[in-house]
């Protein structure tokens, strides 16, 4: 399968035709319901989007305002979570500067997954890496109810050194908050250095 490339032009808030920071963030998790269009309505919403699909991931990239008139270019992939790609993931983990990783709080099964994701992603980023979990809610909840215990992800979160929040694909301004916030992070440990 070739790589597919498409622009869609949006509205650009952008203050700066350079940014001050690039940088890559991986989204990850298992194959779920509605993963990819968390991150789809977070990159519509008043950006360029410029889209790139091949095998087991999609590319993103969008402006990030971190502050006033300081912006930041993220590369955002969006790794497929299907078990034929597993193979072929760590090479997409190369030169990360940071990761989500995303599972339904209606399946123990995606909670049980998105501990062996995360050890992958260590295995290949190291220790200090900014991370955020997140624990998607969607329409399957009011049907099945939570299985996940969110005071166990929660302290799970702490523990791996995580941010945790929780949304749905209808949260874009909490998306964007934690974009922001995985920005700053990441910056500042860039100036650590």
Known sequence: ?????KKI???N???SKHPDYKMKILF??????EKSEIITNFIKSRFNLDYKSTIGVEIFTKDVE???GKTALLSIW?????KRFELIRSTFYKRASGA???FDLSSEKTYEEIKKWLSEIKKFTGKDFPLVLIGKKGDKIEEVGVH???DDAIAFAKKEGMTYIEASPESVELIENTFLKLTRKIIAKRKKK
């Open 13 to 15: 808030t952008s203050t």
């Open 148 to 150: 996940i215990d969110r």
């Open 100 to 102: 989500l990783l995303v």
């Open 1 to 5: 399968m070739g790589i597919k490339k």
């Open 28 to 33: 990850i998790g298992p194959e779920i319901d």
């Open 66 to 68: 971190y502050e006033p």
């Open 78 to 82: 969006d790794i497929g979570g299907d």
């Open 9 to 11: 032009q949006l509205k």
